[in-house]
């Protein structure tokens, strides 16, 4: 029980690993543990507005550090988006 309020404490605990960022701030990875992927998967969401579940369908096709897996399935993303337009 919390002291002064008189309710239960509940406890936070995190569902994905965290990573200490460039300025020192706890991120948490959505798509990848590698924070260089996951920089870069989250990259075309904030900078482009592309949609969420295309980036979540790209990143689901690519295996944990395979640099050469990532190239191809954005490749693919991006043959895929040019012919919707």
Do not use: K
Request: charged share 25%; proline share 8%; glycine share 10%.
């Amino acid at each position: 029980m919390h002291p002064l309020r008189g309710c239960p404490i509940i406890f936070y605990e995190p569902a994905t690993p965290d990573h200490e960022g460039r300025n020192g701030q706890v991120t948490r990875s959505i798509f990848f543990d590698d924070p260089l992927f996951e920089e870069f998967a989250l990259r075309p969401l904030i900078i482009d507005g592309c949609p969420l579940g295309e980036i979540s369908a790209t990143t689901s096709l690519i295996e944990e550090g395979d640099h050469d897996g990532w190239y191809r399935q954005w490749i693919v993303t991006a043959e895929r988006g040019r012919w919707l337009r």
